[in-house]
């Protein structure tokens, strides 16, 4: 399994950005997948998670309404829309995934709940 984010940049408070991880080597139905976030000195920060076989999503309080994830298996993409940004998102963001089989608890919202990481791409809102 193979995932790669990307689509981060700069952007100002009030702006839209959609992050898109790309995947390889997964069945999107027997997996869920999720977004998380990271600023430096802090430890990794869930944002959002997707159940593909049930549409099941579950969001970060702090993004809620303002984030959306999204998919599409035939594509092999997640994407994460972010409108209505604000400084507080400032964050290096990845996406992440695993076996719906080895999801203990719903929703997994610990970064150790997650086997399969990509890389990670830079989202920057300036006020």
């Known amino acids: 399994v193979q995932l790669q984010a990307s689509g981060g940049g700069l952007a100002q408070a009030g702006d839209s950005l959609r992050l898109s991880c790309a995947t390889s080597g997964l069945t ?8 998380f976030r990271q600023v430096p000195g802090k430890e990794r920060e869930f944002v959002a ?30 994407w994460l829309q972010m409108n209505g940004l604000i400084p507080e998102d400032t964050a290096v963001y990845y996406c992440a995934a695993d076996l719906k089989s080895s999801i203990r608890q719903w929703p997994p919202t610990h970064s150790g709940a997650y086997a399969y990481w990509g890389q990670g791409t830079l989202v920057t809102v300036s006020s």
């Open 28 to 35: 999107f139905s027997r997996y869920v997948m999720g977004w």
């Open 49 to 78: 998670v997707v159940n593909w076989s049930t549409g099941r999503t579950f969001y970060e309080d702090s993004v809620k309404g303002r984030f959306t994830i999204s998919g599409d298996s035939a594509k092999n993409a997640m």
